[in-house]
């Protein structure tokens, strides 16, 4: 507790405190570890994009084009655009090898203002309110059984969905290993759920129900569909390709990220893709697209259609892809919390780890009480439409950033450099549904805007107004101590890209000497 008590000395005293460790007298390093190997990798890509949307309700896609044929074709398109992503991605994340993903690619690109506010838009509500969502289809599914014949109890769903996500909290708090070791199991167990609608669907068409999907019938429009239909089914399938960005935020932490990084990302785009596209396939061997659009649960229909007895199958299945949603939402989030510390744009308190388990755990902690006040305060299911507005503009913003960077570093060390066509076609197809939803949903967009907005006083007050009067001061000191004495954490040591600047010397910090990135 050397550490935690050094902390309150000075406005510097808490980094001193967690430096003292790292002396003679300290038998180890306090870092985060490299434990994520390339599987674990791709877990955490699958295991965030694969939720529970594909097993519940794909009809989004449908209902907007108007035939299965199109509705198809969108599927296919959206895993195409989600790879030129990921492509791009992949060239920011072993160019600037940090955690943290889009947040520390636009801070290094355009300044602390930018990323600040990227990441008070997603620490205040994109992750929270996700994490939330998640969390309660999960608790919903799990008490299906007790409830057959209604809707589970409100409190009833809060209470577990809060249970669930404490115990991941404790676990991440606890371990990296046994967080990826969750996340490598719940993956392989929706991707077996998943293998099974495919066999089933395959096993359909060898017996000749594929009247869906002969052409005369896949094309068959029921609806004339309009451009702004084309957009709308094409946010529904870009939306559900979400997360294919999350393993950039805990870079720091993979093995050999410069090899694994894009391996990993190339390897599971694909197979998300394939799997979305003939998952779709599959429903429609045993329905029409009129059963599909009236199902509320389209896998739970499915499997009462043709798993006979083994129809429980699937709502166990989507608890446990939500499960393993939570996981890797908790575990990617926590480290954008950790990583915005460490540049000094959110309290020093979040840059720390566990001198024993090398977690984050002030980070996870801050994670889950967002959380949870969401839960029980927020209106969660109108908040996620701001919330599928603002991560869809930070993807272009981030991606602007790399052609800005190839224009404004063109010598840096690139392991990876896409084709500049890559990034182009991207922003093409993404300046294009940004527009068409400012136009279709523009008080969405406008309170979205709202929200990132809100976070310029903030930066301003918080991270550019580095003289603070000594009251303020004290008091951040004060907290600092607290916490580590609570948490029993300490900064990271070591010389990774992490440290090329001293956390003392943050904004956030009572004692700080250096302004913040501006």
């Not at 600040?116 to 929270?128: D, T």
């Not at 991440?172 to 290993?177: E, G, K």
């Not at 997360?243 to 894009?262: A, I, K, M, Q, S």
């Not at 940004?434 to 008080?443: C, D, G, N, Q, R």
Request: hydrophobic letters at 50%; charged letters at 10%.
């Amino acid at each position: 507790m050397r550490a935690a008590a050094a902390a309150g000395q000075s406005g510097a005293g808490s980094m001193a405190g967690g430096e003292q460790r790292g002396a003679p007298g300290g038998p180890e390093r306090v870092a985060l570890k490299k434990e994520i190997g390339l599987v674990s990798a791709c877990a955490i890509i699958i295991g965030n994009i694969i939720g529970s949307g594909i097993f519940i309700s794909p009809k989004g896609v449908l209902e907007h084009t108007g035939s299965v044929g199109l509705a198809l074709i969108i599927w296919v398109l959206g895993g195409g655009v989600a790879a030129l992503g990921s492509l791009c991605y992949a060239e920011l994340g072993v160019t600037i090898p940090k955690s943290g993903g889009d947040y520390s690619y636009v801070t290094e690109v355009f300044g602390g203002l930018a990323g600040f506010l990227l990441l008070w838009s997603a620490v205040l509500i994109m992750y929270p309110t996700s994490l939330a969502v998640i969390a309660l289809t999960f608790s919903n599914y799990v008490l299906q059984p007790v409830f057959p014949n209604c809707i589970p109890p409100y409190n009833a769903s809060r209470i577990l969905s809060m249970v669930c996500l404490l115990l991941l909290t404790w676990v991440n708090s606890s371990s990296v290993r046994w967080a990826t070791r969750i996340q490598d199991i719940f993956t392989a167990g929706k991707l077996l759920a998943l293998a099974l609608i495919i066999i089933v669907g395959f096993i359909q068409i060898f017996k000749g129900n594929y009247e869906e999907l002969t052409p005369s019938n896949a094309f068959n429009f029921w609806m004339t569909p309009s451009v702004g239909h084309l957009a709308l089914a094409f946010l529904q399938g870009s939306f559900a390709f979400s997360g294919w960005n999350f393993l950039n935020y805990v870079t720091e932490e993979l093995v050999d990220p410069r090899r694994n990084l894009p391996r990993a990302i190339f390897i599971s785009i694909p197979l998300v893709t394939f799997v979305y596209t003939f998952t779709n396939i599959a429903y429609f061997t045993a329905m029409s697209p009129q059963e599909l659009l009236s199902s509320n649960a389209v896998a739970v229909t499915f499997g009462e259609k043709l798993l006979g007895y083994f129809s429980w199958v699937m709502p166990v299945s989507v608890a446990l892809s939500t499960f393993g949603g939570i996981n890797g939402y908790l575990f990617t989030s926590s480290r954008l919390c950790f990583s915005g510390a460490r540049e000094g744009h959110l309290p020093s308190l979040l840059a720390m780890i566990h001198v024993k388990h090398c977690t984050p755990i002030p980070a996870l902690l801050v994670c889950c009480l967002a959380t949870l006040i969401i839960m029980l305060v927020g209106d969660t299911y109108t908040l996620i439409n701001y919330v599928s507005f603002i991560n869809y503009l930070c993807y272009g913003v981030t991606i602007i950033g790399l052609i800005v960077l190839r224009w404004k570093k063109p010598k840096i060390f690139r392991p990876i450099k896409v084709n500049l066509l890559v990034p182009i076609t991207y922003l093409a197809f993404w300046a294009f549904l940004l527009i068409f939803s400012l136009y279709s949903e523009p008080v969405v967009c406008g309170v979205g805007l709202i929200i990132i907005l809100t976070g310029v006083p903030v930066f301003f007050l918080g991270v550019y107004w580095r003289n603070k009067p000594k009251c303020v001061n004290r008091l951040i000191e004060s907290v600092t101590c607290w916490g580590q004495k609570l948490c029993f954490v300490v900064y990271p040591q070591g010389g990774g890209a992490e440290e090329e600047e001293a956390p003392s010397a943050r904004s956030w910090r009572p004692a700080s000497e250096t302004a913040a990135r501006k």
